[in-house]
């Protein structure tokens, strides 16, 4: 069994956004089973993250950075586990040459493991620059796949994506992405959140969105919450996480009279987090591309048992309709997901068995435990 750890990660906390943020919980998940983890990370960082070893890197993973990898590999030998995006591990997106130099450690007998948060560009019509890029990164995709052991897919939904580009036959496990907020919360905290998003109204419903809130989700979100709070009197809305606040002032101003039933936590920490997720009747998630095992957000409402409305998409796996673990409506159709929301608001029976079976599902294909297994119970494979 591995024991020794090496994470490659284009970012890690304070400073970061999801997959630094699973990084550190994944850091930190090794590190309590034993494991020895060193994390490798362009630009500064503190020396020690309870108990997880952290290097800063004098690049994104240029020759510079691959020198100081290699030394701390001659000083700690063990598994390399590169947290994967393209765009995150320098040159723009297009760092070929870090991936051969994964592939020359792995013919070095080096256990090379990638994790797939994401594959690669989409290709687009008008971009050519873009289009570049997309190839580029498949090729960046296909000399990694080579330079794996194994590789881990944050969904399903990256196998078709991925298999044209295997002509190692590596090995693909899918290990979806753990919530990286706590699963649990002080009763009183979870209270005191209650209190304050109900405003004294003792007939109101709270449903809440936890996210970033970048264009691309608020777009989607957006319009949801306007069928929700027009059609359904009782509602309030809460925004969680980064750039909430931000997003319910521009919400403000063009939607004034919804104005009083919106609220915003801005970015807080985790157990708080945790106490506002459970102090909401419902959660709605909206994902474009639908629903899938590799968002963070969603998983945080699962994990705290919180009923959660999420969309059916292009990338959504069979898994979300086998379970049940969340109630599921068309993406795209604000209409459609209000409808959704609504039904469950007036249905508290409903909410509850779809709280149990979302929390059920985390427990059982979900959590950091299991990721942490597949990872430990993988044994080195060498060319």
Known sequence: MVRTFHILTGEYPPDSGGVGDYTQLLALGLTARGCTVH????????????????????????????????????????????????????????NLPFCFWLLGLRRRHADIRVMFHEPYFYFSWGHPLGNVLAVLQRAMAAVLLRASGVAYLSTASW?????????????????????????????????RWRARLLGGARDAVVVGHFGTFGDHLAGQLEPVIKVLLYTHAPARFICM??????????????????????????????????????????VVQPYPDGVTTRRTTVMAALANEVPTVSTDGALTEPVWHETGAVALAPASNPRAIGSVVVGLLRDPAARAAL?????????????????????????????
């Open 241 to 282: 996480g980064r750039g909430s606040e931000a997003f319910v002032a521009g919400f403000n101003i063009r939607h004034p009279s919804l104005a009083p039933r919106m609220d915003a936590t801005g970015p807080i920490p985790s157990s708080e987090l945790a106490a506002a997720l459970r102090a909401c009747d419902l």
């Open 159 to 191: 196998v078709p994506y991925l298999r044209p580009w295997n002509s190692s036959d590596t090995t693909l496990v899918v290990s979806p992405v753990p919530s990286t907020i706590a699963g649990t919360a002080a009763p009183t905290e979870i209270a």
């Open 39 to 94: 994390v490798w990370s362009p630009g500064a960082v503190s020396s020690d993250d309870r108990g997880v070893h952290l290097h800063g890197l004098p690049d994104a993973f240029g020759a510079a950075s691959r020198k100081v990898i290699e030394d701390g590999l001659a000083a700690s030998p063990g598994c390399v586990l590169l947290q994967y995006v393209p765009n995150a591990v320098g040159a723009r997106g297009a």
């Open 355 to 383: 709280a149990r079976a979302g929390r059920r599902t985390y427990d059982e294909r979900f959590a950091l435990d299991l990721t942490i297994d597949r990872l430990l119970s993988t044994a080195p494979v060498h060319p």
